[in-house]
């Protein structure tokens, strides 16, 4: 039995649709839901000069740009719980600022999740190996039963 179900969210639709499917579980056998939606830190960007190392460059606006949509994450995920709440459903949300991947399976442990739901954008080929996938991270470094679904 799931007590504890993490939701992982990114602000898109596509990932809202596990939603429902979470939504049925909980419903079913009375679990506890956390929103999840972390914030990813920009890469760092470097000045390469050639003949000298690469010095790091951060731009001063860094920390406010986090801070927003660290705020926005927030405000989001207080949308996303209304509805559920309205139904009865225990729910809470957070806001992580991190690389997403490893944040989700950092904070799956830390709150002693039962099952990790996730939503795949479906991407695949060039994408997925430039970028990767948050989904497939944590379909791979997860120790956790997960519930995966990859919309149309």
């Not at 939504?23 to 056998?29: G, K, N, P, Q, T």
């Not at 729910?91 to 490893?102: A, E, F, W």
């Not at 002693?112 to 991407?123: M, Y």
Request: net charge positive; with cysteine; proline share 8%.
């Amino acid at each position: 039995m799931f007590k504890k179900i993490l939701v992982c969210l990114d602000g898109s639709e596509i990932a809202e649709r596990i939603i429902p499917f979470v939504r049925d579980e909980v419903l079913a056998i009375g679990s506890r839901v956390i929103l999840l939606r972390v914030v990813s830190i920009p890469s760092n960007l470097t000045l390469d000069i050639p003949g000298f190392p690469a010095v790091p460059f951060t731009r001063s606006s860094m920390p406010e740009q986090l801070k927003k949509e660290d705020n926005t994450a927030k405000a989001y995920l207080r949308k996303v719980a209304q509805p559920l709440r309205e139904q009865g459903i225990m729910v809470t949300s957070k806001t992580l600022i991190g690389p997403p991947g490893p944040t989700i399976i950092s904070y799956a442990g830390e709150i002693n999740a039962d099952l990790i739901a996730i939503a795949s954008h479906g991407h695949g080929g060039l994408r997925k190996f430039l970028f990767g996938s948050v989904a497939e991270y944590v379909v791979r470094e997860s120790v956790l039963p997960l519930l995966m679904i990859r919309p149309k």
